[in-house]
């Protein structure tokens, strides 16, 4: 059985998450999908790539999510938001990729964290 200091820690890792993903569900964002990358990348726990229909879309996205993680006093590093074809959101264990369509179909990042790590498959071989 878990131990209550190691389930209060999943939980609070949990949080950060849960915010982002209801924020990205209130501003309409688009084809949203999570990445856990705790085990491939001491970048963050988790990965959320998400898209929107336009640069004007992206823009208030990204605007939203930073208010609410502001508002539960994470304070996010935003980079991408003048142009509004793909905003980088880095709250920390947490990062958010905010794409037109398009660029996400050129950079499909959900195929390069998705895939089984080369140490795996070399081991399945």
């Given at each position: 059985?878990?131990?209550?200091a190691?389930?209060?820690?999943?939980n609070?890792?949990g949080?950060?998450?849960?915010?982002?993903?209801a924020s990205?569900?209130?501003?309409?964002?688009e084809?949203?999908?999570?990445?856990?990358?705790?085990?491939k990348?001491?970048?963050g726990?988790?990965?959320?790539?998400?898209?929107?229909?336009?640069?004007?879309?992206?823009?208030?996205?990204?605007?939203r999510?930073?208010?609410?993680?502001?508002?539960?006093?994470?304070?996010?590093?935003?980079?991408?938001?003048?142009?509004?074809?793909?905003?980088l959101?880095?709250?920390?264990?947490l990062?958010v990729?905010?794409?037109?369509?398009e660029?996400?179909?050129?950079?499909n990042?959900?195929?390069?964290?998705?895939?089984?790590?080369?140490?795996?498959?070399?081991?399945h071989?």
């Amino acid at each position: 059985m878990p131990s209550t200091a190691s389930l209060m820690a999943a939980n609070a890792k949990g949080k950060p998450l849960k915010l982002v993903l209801a924020s990205l569900e209130d501003a309409k964002a688009e084809d949203t999908i999570t990445i856990d990358i705790h085990n491939k990348s001491a970048l963050g726990d988790f990965m959320v790539v998400t898209s929107g229909r336009s640069h004007r879309h992206v823009g208030a996205i990204a605007d939203r999510l930073v208010t609410d993680l502001k508002a539960d006093g994470i304070v996010p590093r935003v980079e991408g938001l003048p142009h509004c074809d793909w905003v980088l959101i880095d709250a920390g264990d947490l990062i958010v990729h905010i794409f037109r369509p398009e660029v996400r179909e050129f950079y499909n990042l959900e195929k390069m964290w998705m895939a089984e790590p080369y140490s795996e498959r070399r081991s399945h071989a």
